[in-house]
């Protein structure tokens, strides 16, 4: 399945092959650096709630995850310890962006004005307060919501750590509802934003363990590559914790856009050829999974290009 898929993709789009012959021409950030493309050749220019996009709808993008490998995408530097000290603010359930700011993520601080919180009716929350945001959802799904600051434990549902309990059970493993949802209609307009990436789930075959990720909006020059690492790292981690192999995740998009403002660097970035992607060692093997920390995860031979600056659109 995941070689038919690249050599799709191969196709689809992408009519020349690499002129560095260090690298495969088969290797897997090819479908990303295609989903760019059909966008800038083939998207319709669409205005929406923050600015013009490019953008086409339905997109799946295939990753191994076998022998450590980690897609950290490489044609253009990826702030994967950004990216991993976000994840694990969701692990833990967490909407206060002051957690992430004391850590100097600041990936957030758009949705966090006073301005764009009274675009919301959100303006009675506290500064530092994102809402019922994902991670809410995740381990709290539909609680009452009060505060960033709140104690919610033993309130709502638990999906991760129900997902968590049943991928540890040789019984339960190799269920079909291994899912977590973090779009909650309830409680959409108290964030925020409305999630972006709203349901994942897991599945177990002879002990090797896959995600797939429904996003139903992509920033994909931005929000993309964060997403990839970001459900890659999860999936390396829950394989750790509960005594599994990490296999395959695979991302699949409804819209996918680029910003007008980000539509010239994108052009830049997919001239570009990949290196070979990074291996992931997870150095501790906790007893909850709210206990893990940065510093539990170890990234080896991370070769990239070079940045590409770009300003996030809120």
Known sequence: MLKNTLEINKYKSRNKVSTDTSN????????????????????????????FTKCVYGSALHFSLENNKIPILTTKKTAWKTCLKELLWFIKGQTSNKILNDQKVHIWDGNATPEFKESRGLSHYKEADLGPLYGYQWRFFNAPYDDCDANYDGKGVDQLQEVIDCLKDPEKRYSRR??????????????????????FQFNVIDNKLSCSLYQRSCDCALGQPFNIASYSFLTHLI???????????????GNAHIYEPHLEQMKEQIERNPKDFPTIEILNKRENINDYVLSDFKINDYQHHAQIKMDMVA
């Open 24 to 51: 495969n021409y088969y290797h897997e950030e090819y479908q990303y650096l295609n989903l760019l493309e059909d966008i800038l050749n083939e998207g319709t220019l669409q205005e929406g709630r923050n600015g």
């Open 178 to 199: 291994l899912v977590v949802s973090a779009w909650n209609p309830c409680q959409i307009n108290d964030g925020v934003l409305p999630p972006c990436h709203v349901l």
């Open 239 to 253: 394989a750790k914790h509960c005594d599994l192999e990490p296999y395959e995740f695979i991302h699949y998009v």
